[in-house]
């Protein structure tokens, strides 16, 4: 995936009759991007009160169960 910069891709936006900013729009790329984001930091979130294991240790269990090959 590319990353997208708001210098890129601006975003646009909507303004009322006083000129105050209502709405925006943003790229697709842009837009799909920030989804993503919010998901990725919504399963660290979730995932906050786990207890972290070495890379020792990760590569220890996924060798295990062949996922990792030596």
Do not use: C, F, W
């Amino acid at each position: 995936m590319t990353i997208t910069t708001l210098e890129e891709y601006p975003p646009k936006y909507i303004v009322d009759a006083n000129g105050n900013k209502t709405e925006v729009i943003l790229s697709i790329e842009l837009y799909e991007q920030m989804l993503e984001d919010i998901h990725d930091l919504a399963i660290v979130a979730e995932r906050r009160s786990q207890q972290a294991i070495s890379l020792a240790e990760m590569k220890k269990r996924l060798n295990l169960n062949g996922t990792l090959s030596s």
